[in-house]
């Protein structure tokens, strides 16, 4: 018995010694391209993809090297990623299926906008085409404070982005020269909303009853009811990036954070960003 003690203290500490350096382990880092940094564990690489997992999880997740500008791995080394070979070669694979439209000058396309959870990189199709109808239907709200230009209609740029095989989750590679001839127009306007989710707990409590004092005034009695309600409030913490182009040239360039962490906020920095925009004009 005296034996055994000893030991179950020493494997207990070794135990947590062990749980311990798991929990410190150093972590490889992505930097992206849009400079969001990913903390996490690279899984595998290739020339089109690195795979990793985030800490605590087990899920494998794969992101394109052209959005990736560095990563900095756990045992000290750096690897750069050239944007200009990843643009070049997307550029390539492009030109060999593109399909020219016919020319429309003054006018201008609203692309898919890319609504992505920063923490595990999943987009929504349905929030990527809510997004790009709502800063389409603030365009055409506003015709007369964008003219000359007219708004291609929504159909039609889907329609073409379609037989391109480009969509919310591919926008981002494709050169703007490439999407101006596949939509036949001379300006685009590209945004893209990054969000993370919070959530804070309240609780509040009722309290209710009756309270009895006695005739000396000394012994008091009471019987009191009290309930206590816990309520969980979800943050939503967006950053909506805002990008204008004229004939290839990229004309404006904002990024913004909404004042307010609830669910659509977002769509007030989209008002914000438009409103502040080369293509808008008061009158």
Not at 38 to 61: A, F, H, N, R
Not at 118 to 136: H, P, R, T, V
Request: proline share 3%.
């Amino acid at each position: 018995m005296k034996i055994i003690k000893p030991f179950l203290v020493l494997l207990v500490l070794l135990s947590a010694c062990i749980t311990f350096a798991q929990s410190g382990k150093k972590l490889d880092r992505i930097i992206k391209r849009d400079y969001q940094i990913i903390d996490c564990t690279i899984l595998k690489m290739s020339d089109k993809t690195v795979d990793y997992s985030l800490p605590g999880e087990t899920i494998q997740i794969s992101l394109d090297v052209s959005q990736i500008a560095r990563i900095d791995f756990a045992s000290g080394r750096t690897q750069t990623f050239d944007a200009s070979s990843s643009s070049n070669s997307s550029a390539q694979n492009t030109s060999q299926s593109i399909e020219t439209a016919e020319m429309k000058p003054n006018t201008i396309a609203v692309l898919p906008v890319p609504y992505v959870n920063a923490d595990n990189q999943q987009g929504s199709e349905d929030m990527a085409k809510f997004a790009q109808n709502d800063l389409y239907n603030k365009l055409l709200d506003k015709a007369s404070n964008i003219l000359p230009l007219t708004v291609q209609d929504l159909r039609t740029t889907n329609s073409l982005l379609h037989k391109a095989g480009i969509d919310h989750n591919n926008i981002d590679e494709t050169p703007i020269a490439d999407l101006e001839k596949i939509l036949g127009v001379d300006n685009i306007v590209a945004a893209k909303i990054s969000y993370t989710i919070g959530t804070a707990s309240t609780a509040t409590t009722y309290s209710s009853g009756d309270t009895k004092v006695s005739n000396n005034n000394k012994k008091v009695s009471s019987s009191d009811i009290s309930t206590t309600t816990a309520n969980n409030q979800v943050y939503y913490y967006y950053t909506v990036y805002f990008d204008m182009y004229k004939n290839k040239d990229k004309i404006y360039s904002q990024t913004r954070k909404p004042l307010l962490a609830v669910k659509d906020s977002w769509i007030d920095s989209i008002t914000y960003l438009l409103k502040r925009s080369p293509i808008y004009v008061k009158r």
